[in-house]
């Protein structure tokens, strides 16, 4: 029951690592607006936790729109009663060689990984500001904001710009008792990497290939990850800010 009493928001709550937070934070008791541009899959996720300590609204919202975000964090204040933490998870990835991105592909990367983890740090700070406890922040980064993937750049730019992002709320509002952290994920099995696979020329022999890198040749089921972001969101992280936590059983950790 580490979340009894407390709310906030998961942006990306309708798929993949999303659904696990919710699903974990509501079993130890906390209340979470599930924020997505896929209100059918929101909808879902708040009717799987229906039973659990705590409960979950959803609302259907774009993150790279400025008001819309701001509209959430109002609305779960307002109905939820406070913001105690955010998870800015949202992000999409565009399998792409950098001599094909275009300029567009670019912006539309950007925009949704970049720019709605800024609006959605920027809006839970001014609503967390001044309150007693703070709040806790936890973005989603990855292990491509530490290494290379040519075949996902721009994804790769925007991730290590969370880090960046994340450092710096860390350190601005460390005396307002706001935290900030970050979490990079290796691969998991969401329809994220799902299409990753879709996009080679033999999906199979991609996620053997994959799995093989792995020292314990799996790839992560999402929970796996949900687990550090849920560590990070609570009290039990309460010294830890402008942290990253690499979940990737230890690929980043070997040279061959």
């Given at each position: 029951?580490?979340?009894?009493?407390?709310?906030?928001?998961?942006?990306?709550?309708g798929?993949?690592?999303?659904?696990?937070?919710?699903?974990?934070?509501?079993?130890q008791?906390?209340?979470?607006?599930?924020?997505?541009?896929?209100?059918?899959?929101?909808?879902?996720?708040?009717?799987?936790?229906?039973?659990?300590?705590?409960?979950?609204?959803?609302?259907?919202?774009?993150?790279?729109?400025?008001?819309?975000?701001?509209?959430?964090?109002?609305?779960?204040?307002?109905?939820?009663?406070?913001?105690d933490?955010?998870?800015?998870?949202?992000?999409?990835?565009?399998?792409?060689?950098?001599?094909?991105?275009?300029?567009?592909?670019?912006?539309?990367?950007?925009?949704?990984?970049?720019?709605?983890?800024?609006?959605?740090?920027?809006?839970?700070?001014?609503?967390?500001?001044?309150?007693?406890?703070?709040?806790?922040?936890?973005?989603?980064?990855?292990?491509?904001?530490?290494?290379?993937?040519?075949?996902?750049?721009?994804?790769?730019?925007?991730?290590?710009?969370?880090?960046?992002?994340?450092?710096?709320v860390?350190?601005?509002?460390?005396?307002?008792?706001?935290?900030?952290?970050?979490?990079?994920?290796?691969?998991?099995?969401?329809?994220?990497?799902?299409?990753?696979f879709?996009?080679?020329?033999?999906?199979?022999?991609?996620?053997?290939?994959?799995e093989?890198?792995?020292?314990?040749?799996?790839?992560?089921?999402?929970?796996?990850?949900?687990?550090?972001?849920?560590?990070?969101?609570?009290?039990?992280?309460?010294?830890?800010?402008?942290?990253?936590?690499?979940?990737?059983?230890?690929?980043?950790?070997?040279?061959?």
């Amino acid at each position: 029951m580490r979340f009894e009493g407390k709310s906030g928001i998961v942006t990306g709550g309708g798929s993949g690592m999303g659904r696990e937070v919710v699903h974990l934070v509501t079993r130890q008791g906390g209340d979470v607006l599930i924020v997505d541009r896929n209100e059918e899959g929101a909808a879902a996720v708040a009717a799987e936790v229906e039973g659990h300590p705590g409960g979950a609204a959803y609302l259907a919202a774009d993150v790279t729109k400025e008001a819309e975000v701001a509209a959430a964090v109002e609305r779960c204040v307002g109905e939820l009663g406070a913001i105690d933490f955010i998870h800015n998870n949202a992000g999409v990835q565009l399998e792409q060689p950098l001599h094909e991105t275009s300029e567009e592909e670019w912006d539309w990367v950007n925009d949704v990984n970049l720019k709605g983890v800024f609006f959605g740090c920027k809006h839970a700070v001014i609503a967390m500001l001044g309150r007693a406890n703070g709040g806790a922040i936890v973005n989603t980064a990855s292990i491509c904001a530490r290494t290379a993937d040519p075949f996902i750049p721009a994804y790769s730019a925007t991730k290590t710009g969370v880090l960046g992002i994340t450092r710096a709320v860390a350190v601005g509002y460390a005396e307002q008792g706001i935290r900030a952290n970050s979490v990079s994920p290796g691969d998991m099995e969401t329809p994220m990497l799902q299409k990753y696979f879709d996009a080679t020329p033999d999906p199979a022999a991609a996620k053997a290939e994959m799995e093989s890198a792995y020292p314990g040749k799996r790839l992560a089921h999402p929970r796996e990850v949900a687990q550090a972001v849920v560590f990070l969101l609570s009290d039990d992280a309460s010294f830890v800010s402008g942290e990253d936590i690499t979940v990737d059983a230890g690929l980043l950790a070997k040279t061959y």
